[in-house]
């Protein structure tokens, strides 16, 4: 029996977890969840899975939701909030597994408190590995605690290199869909609306991920993730565009040999997957091989999506740079969905704030945060600018330089 943290519990990768942990109770128990702001859904979790530590995001939140327990007569959790009460949560002596589905660095800390801790970790969030992945790789060889990618690449990618030694890999393959403007004419870029955007073509995500697909910065990220999750330099972590999103990603060999990872488009099975390593578990994720009837693979464009080539420039320099590319594209594309910015200036935010960021290898989470926070304030100093010619070009006014 493994016990397990949640941290992210009310979103789509929490959710999943805990359908994993329902349809496998002799294996999985809920410990503890970090909850966030959903107090509704934070307490039908308590309700149903009665974990011993439930974590939200604010002191007021936590004791909206200590109440309602109480008025239901469920007792025997532990209501805690912020940043240490989702440390709390995912460092309690019986805690064994600890997924990590906090969005952006707001998790950080916790996941590193975890891995001193000594937990394994399931990772969903990539933001962790981007900001403080030199970090945690170094604390996690330490404490000899194992980091399982969730991200179905990435999970596709560590499943591939079980079948030989790390000297004998070549280079990764990370698949992309391509998101929704794969084949639109680069002239149209500039008329692209935020709900074109957010119409990706395969998966139903987060608003963020969603225009992150359609920019390829997603995948930008993942390139630094891989490259931290399995040692690797940016020249080895390919990007190949393949639309069907049925080859999951690719490992290449030394001798040639090229092997794939396919299965059902579904995250329960590589949470599944991380949460039952080193075993594999029976489970009905089966996969329809009619489907391979038509599969596609093409080079991405670099001109297109100019995210991907900042995202290699990024994983090259490290440290700072990688803590920017993550912070000032989640400004970004918030200002985007805020109609401040048009979708082409996401790229151009990103591009002016690395060229801003001086060289910088962060040695602990603290410096990491302060990093983080630096990138965002230059984010909004850029965005400022940016969007006043925005509104300006579209008011009529002349813009002047």
């Given at each position: 029996?493994?016990?397990?943290?949640?941290?992210?519990?009310?979103?789509?990768?929490?959710?999943?977890?805990?359908?994993?942990?329902?349809?496998?109770?002799?294996?999985?128990?809920?410990?503890?969840?970090?909850?966030?702001?959903?107090?509704?859904?934070?307490?039908?979790?308590?309700?149903?899975?009665?974990?011993?530590?439930?974590?939200?995001?604010?002191?007021?939140?936590?004791?909206?939701?200590?109440?309602?327990?109480?008025?239901?007569?469920?007792?025997?959790?532990?209501?805690?909030?912020?940043?240490?009460?989702?440390?709390?949560?995912?460092?309690?002596?019986?805690?064994?597994?600890?997924?990590?589905?906090?969005?952006?660095?707001?998790?950080?800390?916790?996941?590193y408190a975890a891995v001193q801790a000594g937990k394994t970790i399931g990772l969903a969030n990539?933001?962790?590995?981007?900001?403080?992945?030199?970090?945690?790789?170094?604390?996690?060889?330490?404490?000899?605690?194992?980091?399982?990618?969730?991200?179905?690449?990435?999970?596709?990618v560590h499943q591939c290199m079980r079948a030989g030694d790390r000297a004998e890999v070549k280079?990764?393959?990370?698949?992309?869909?391509?998101?929704?403007?794969?084949?639109?004419?680069?002239?149209?870029?500039?008329?692209?609306?935020?709900?074109?955007?957010?119409?990706?073509?395969?998966?139903?995500?987060?608003?963020?991920?969603?225009?992150?697909?359609?920019?390829?910065?997603?995948?930008?990220?993942?390139?630094?993730?891989?490259?931290?999750?399995?040692?690797?330099?940016?020249?080895?972590?390919?990007?190949?565009?393949?639309?069907?999103?049925?080859?999951?990603?690719?490992?290449?060999?030394?001798?040639?040999?090229?092997?794939?990872?396919?299965?059902?488009?579904?995250?329960?099975?590589?949470?599944?997957?991380?949460?039952?390593?080193?075993?594999?578990?029976?489970?009905?994720?089966?996969?329809?091989?009619?489907?391979?009837?038509?599969?596609?693979?093409?080079?991405?464009?670099?001109?297109?999506?100019?995210?991907?080539?900042?995202?290699?420039?990024?994983?090259?320099?490290?440290?700072?740079?990688?803590?920017?590319?993550?912070?000032?594209?989640?400004?970004?594309?918030?200002?985007?969905?805020?109609?401040?910015?048009?979708?082409?200036?996401?790229?151009?935010?990103?591009?002016?704030?690395?060229?801003?960021?001086?060289?910088?290898?962060?040695?602990?989470?603290?410096?990491?945060?302060?990093?983080?926070?630096?990138?965002?304030?230059?984010?909004?100093?850029?965005?400022?600018?940016?969007?006043?010619?925005?509104?300006?070009?579209?008011?009529?006014?002349?813009?002047?330089?």
């Amino acid at each position: 029996m493994k016990h397990i943290a949640i941290l992210g519990s009310t979103g789509s990768i929490g959710q999943s977890t805990l359908s994993i942990v329902e349809s496998y109770p002799e294996r999985f128990a809920v410990a503890s969840l970090a909850a966030g702001r959903n107090v509704d859904a934070a307490f039908e979790q308590c309700r149903r899975w009665r974990p011993r530590v439930v974590s939200m995001a604010t002191e007021e939140l936590a004791a909206a939701l200590e109440k309602r327990l109480r008025e239901a007569g469920i007792s025997g959790i532990e209501t805690v909030h912020g940043t240490e009460g989702t440390v709390h949560a995912a460092t309690l002596p019986e805690v064994d597994f600890v997924v990590s589905a906090i969005v952006g660095v707001a998790g950080l800390e916790a996941t590193y408190a975890a891995v001193q801790a000594g937990k394994t970790i399931g990772l969903a969030n990539k933001e962790a590995m981007v900001a403080a992945g030199e970090i945690l790789t170094a604390a996690a060889r330490e404490k000899k605690v194992a980091l399982l990618p969730i991200d179905s690449e990435h999970n596709a990618v560590h499943q591939c290199m079980r079948a030989g030694d790390r000297a004998e890999v070549k280079r990764i393959w990370l698949t992309a869909s391509g998101g929704p403007f794969r084949t639109l004419p680069l002239a149209d870029f500039a008329q692209i609306t935020v709900e074109q955007a957010l119409k990706h073509p395969t998966w139903v995500m987060g608003r963020r991920i969603t225009i992150d697909s359609a920019t390829m910065l997603n995948k930008g990220l993942e390139i630094i993730e891989a490259c931290r999750l399995f040692d690797l330099p940016p020249a080895a972590v390919k990007v190949t565009v393949h639309p069907q999103s049925t080859v999951h990603s690719l490992v290449e060999y030394v001798d040639g040999s090229i092997l794939a990872q396919i299965s059902v488009t579904d995250m329960r099975l590589p949470i599944l997957y991380a949460m039952s390593w080193p075993e594999r578990v029976e489970s009905d994720l089966t996969f329809d091989m009619t489907a391979l009837k038509h599969l596609e693979f093409e080079a991405p464009d670099f001109e297109r999506f100019p995210c991907l080539r900042l995202a290699y420039e990024a994983a090259e320099r490290g440290g700072a740079h990688a803590i920017a590319l993550n912070a000032s594209d989640e400004i970004a594309v918030e200002a985007f969905l805020e109609r401040v910015i048009p979708f082409q200036g996401i790229p151009r935010t990103i591009e002016a704030v690395l060229q801003a960021t001086p060289e910088s290898h962060p040695a602990t989470i603290r410096d990491v945060l302060a990093l983080d926070e630096q990138a965002r304030e230059r984010s909004r100093e850029v965005l400022a600018r940016a969007g006043r010619d925005y509104a300006a070009a579209h008011s009529g006014v002349a813009i002047r330089s």
